[in-house]
């Protein structure tokens, strides 16, 4: 009986002192868009936006998200627990955020306990790009104003047109663009990307970021 | 019951050797969690650098741009 109670405490204590990481947590295997929306209108991964000096963004960090990490050039504040939608207002701090010079694109990172991790990614632009363009992206045509984003799989290829001649260059690290007068079609690396356009009749810019949809390496 | 503690000890040796075990495997993936963690915080914190690889095509840009420009006028 003696070690029948014995037993019985020496197996209690090896459950109270189980570790308290019970969850069932495992590398991020894949990753997925986020779903959000700035100032009411609905988004999915990417957004090219005009910028202003107030912007609710409600984010869709689904019921298992651990953490939610939006960073810009101003800092990458976290936070633990996020409530589902989580809401956030962005004011961008002068000369950090609105730099004209130095774009600020915001990213946003969500991880969950679940096997997925969900990323966004936000161009707030400003006057520095007004430029516009038809990007075909995902087999999707749409007209954007100075900034666009593209979120493609590895190996797509994606067209803008312009509606004047352009010299275009590209970030470090990017594949290469080919532009034949207002036409430019560039295939997708597997990271992220960026390319500079300025029109040869009148100067101004479009600035377009791409971001690929390659799983993560784990 | 004196003939019952050797099995009684080797149940008990056998919990025990499981308890090590799965807080190990517990150990392993809180810290593959964690990497995850990093690495999403890492996917994040490059607005900055990304601004700066702007701000030189921008430069690049120009000098291409001035230059037929330039070339223009001659």
């Given at each position: 009986m003696k070690i029948w109670i014995l037993f019985s405490i020496f197996m209690t204590a090896c459950g109270t002192a189980a570790p308290m990481f019970a969850e069932n947590p495992t590398a991020f295997k894949n990753e997925a868009t986020l779903q959000f929306s700035v100032d009411g209108v609905n988004f999915v991964g990417v957004a090219a936006i005009p910028r202003k000096k107030s912007q609710t963004l409600k984010i869709n960090v689904g019921k298992s998200a651990e953490r939610i990490v939006i960073n810009t050039c101003a800092g990458n504040p976290t936070t633990i627990s996020p409530a589902n939608p989580f809401v956030f207002?962005?004011?961008?701090?002068?000369?950090?955020?609105?730099?004209?010079?130095?774009?600020?694109?915001?990213?946003?990172?969500?991880?969950?306990?679940?096997?997925l991790a969900l990323f966004g990614m936000i161009d707030f632009y400003g006057e520095e790009v007004s430029m516009p363009a038809w990007i075909t992206c995902n087999r999707i045509s749409l007209r954007a104003g100075g900034a666009s984003i593209c979120q493609v799989v590895t190996k797509a290829t994606t067209r803008l047109v312009f509606d004047e001649p352009v010299l275009v260059e590209a970030l470090d690290d990017c594949n290469k663009i080919d532009c034949k007068d207002a036409i430019c079609t560039y295939e997708m690396g597997k990271k992220e990307c960026g390319y500079l356009f300025r029109g040869l009749k009148s100067g101004n810019y479009h600035r377009h970021t791409v971001r690929g949809l390659a799983p993560l390496e784990n | 019951m004196l003939t019952f503690l050797p099995l009684f000890a080797k149940l008990g040796l056998w919990f025990l050797d499981k308890y090590i075990s799965n807080a190990a495997k517990k150990e392993a993936l809180k810290k593959q969690w964690l990497d995850s963690i990093e690495q999403i915080s890492h996917g994040v914190a490059e607005s900055a650098a990304l601004g700066e690889k702007y701000y030189d095509a921008k430069k690049r840009l120009d000098a291409k741009f001035d230059a037929i420009k330039n070339g223009e006028k001659q």
């Open positions: 207002v962005y004011e961008p701090i002068h000369f950090i955020e609105d730099n004209s010079e130095k774009p600020c694109i915001m990213k946003i990172g969500v991880a969950s306990t679940s096997s | -």
